[in-house]
């Protein structure tokens, strides 16, 4: 300010001293006048200035004065540096923000009080069949017309989501999608979508297992609650009595034999693969198998021919018990499927690549090609009566996929219906080695 009056002061004494040089008395009044209007041209200018670049808005070309303008320059200059940091700072922000919901792997849609899409994800593209361009502006219940997500859109009530059927799923590959909308801002709403199809066949899967397993145990049990009554309610003879505690002894085997089978696999299913440390004989496994099958056929009462080829110099690496549970149970199979007289033989074979296979062939039934994809699902049987009467738990494929995968191996079926099965395990190379 100081300055500013000092600067005016000056120029009116220098349009004084200038005028009275000039023309005396009367000049130095005409050099006042001058020296004052000198000074506001060059301050309206610089003003002018000011105000020009003020009007670009543009942070570059600021004009460089001392004084008031000066000042008033720096401040807007720096005014609108701040500004424009923090435009871009909300910028990269706002980018990032939008950057997580497009790779969200939840489908994401921004609808208006209308109910228009504004804005959606990659996924919720994939989700809802939508079309990011195409769709915009239109009504989300128009492009979804699932009856239960118009219910829930229509109803209002937020609190819970929605499992509908996604508009790609088809009865070969059903896909579920779990919708939930959230209200937000003025009437505004937030449409989340997550393919909940695994979920959803885990959930049906553990429902199916539960039941099968109650259904299993419920059987032999009301089988033996029934041979208790009647051993306590009538007077029997110690023939019938024996008979019937046989019978009982056979029911209670059966539970015993689904109780351990449900430990075996459950146990499979939650501890890690197993490492290579341990190193077992493929003799001794064969061996035990040959054992396991003659005890069985002698406990079924069936005469027949179990040939166990002797096994290559070889031993497997592994959880020994498990590789012994899984040619076991395939042995077992052939016994059991096999009417009497029948033939099983189990033998070791190379396979490319120094893999092995354990082959166990039977001339059993044999399996219609529909069921083998399904033969290894937990309680799948081709034969309910026939698997029962030999005292099948339903569980054994089961046990030996589990087994194979743990151990990197392959399980390889071949049947043909009337003829008889033949089940091989492949050994991969990486778990053989010869027998020191
Ligand atoms: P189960 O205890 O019923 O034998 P598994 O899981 O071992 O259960 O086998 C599943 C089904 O596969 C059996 O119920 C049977 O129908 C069929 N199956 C398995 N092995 C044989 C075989 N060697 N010959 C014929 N059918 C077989």
């Given at each position: 300010m100081t300055a500013r009056i000092l600067l005016f002061v000056l120029a009116l004494l220098a349009g004084l001293v200038a005028g009275a040089l000039v023309q005396g008395e009367r000049g130095a009044v005409v050099g006042i006048a001058a020296g004052a209007a000198l000074w506001f041209t060059v301050d309206t200018f610089r003003a002018a200035r000011v105000l020009r670049w003020l009007r670009?808005?543009?942070?570059?070309g600021a004009p460089h004065h001392g004084g008031w303008w000066g000042e008033a320059a720096d401040r807007a200059r720096r005014a609108l540096a701040a500004r424009e940091q923090q435009a871009q700072d909300a910028g990269r922000r706002l980018d990032a923000f939008l950057d997580a919901i497009r790779g969200s792997p939840n489908g994401v849609v921004l609808l208006d009080p209308?109910?228009?899409?504004e804005w959606c994800n990659q996924t919720a593209c994939v989700h809802l069949g939508?079309?990011?361009?195409?769709?915009?502006?239109?009504?989300i219940v128009h492009l979804l017309r699932d009856p239960g997500f118009a219910a829930y859109y229509h109803g209002g009530n937020y609190a819970q989501d929605v499992t509908v059927a996604a508009?790609?799923?088809?009865?070969s590959r059903p896909r579920q999608l779990s919708l939930h909308l959230h209200p937000y801002g003025e009437g505004r709403r937030l449409l989340l979508s997550r393919d909940v199809t695994a979920v959803e066949q885990a959930e049906a899967m553990r429902r199916d297992f539960v039941a099968n397993v109650s259904h299993e145990i419920r059987t032999p049990l009301t089988v033996l609650a029934g041979f208790v009554e009647t051993l306590q309610t009538l007077e029997l003879s110690r023939e019938e009595r024996s008979r019937y505690l046989a019978l009982m002894a056979q029911q209670s085997q059966r539970m015993q034999t689904l109780v351990s089978d449900l430990l075996t696999l459950s146990r499979l299913e939650g501890s890690p693969p197993p490492g290579e440390g341990e190193w077992t004989p493929l003799a001794t496994l064969l061996s035990q198998c040959e054992e396991d099958a003659l005890a069985l056929a002698a406990s079924l009462g069936k005469p027949m021919d179990i040939v166990v080829v002797p096994a290559p110099e070889l031993a497997v690496s592994g959880a020994g018990a498990e590789w012994q549970s899984a040619f076991s149970n395939l042995v077992g199979n052939a016994v059991r499927y096999t009417p009497a007289r029948g033939t099983v033989e189990v033998q070791v074979t190379p396979v490319d690549g120094g893999r092995a296979a354990v082959s166990v062939r039977d001339t059993g039934p044999g399996i219609a090609p529909e069921h083998l994809p399904r033969?290894?699902?937990?309680?799948?049987?081709?034969d309910r009566s026939r698997s029962r009467e030999t005292g099948?738990?339903?569980?054994g494929l089961a046990i030996v996929k589990h087994v194979v995968q743990r151990h990197g191996a392959e399980l390889r079926m071949e049947s043909t219906p009337g003829q008889g099965s033949t089940f091989s395990i492949v050994l991969p190379a990486t778990r053989l080695r010869p027998l020191a």
């Open positions: 670009t808005s543009q942070l570059r209308q109910g228009r899409i939508l079309d990011p361009v195409r769709d915009l502006q239109q009504q508009p790609a799923s088809t009865a033969i290894t699902e937990r309680f799948y049987r081709v099948g738990t339903g569980l």
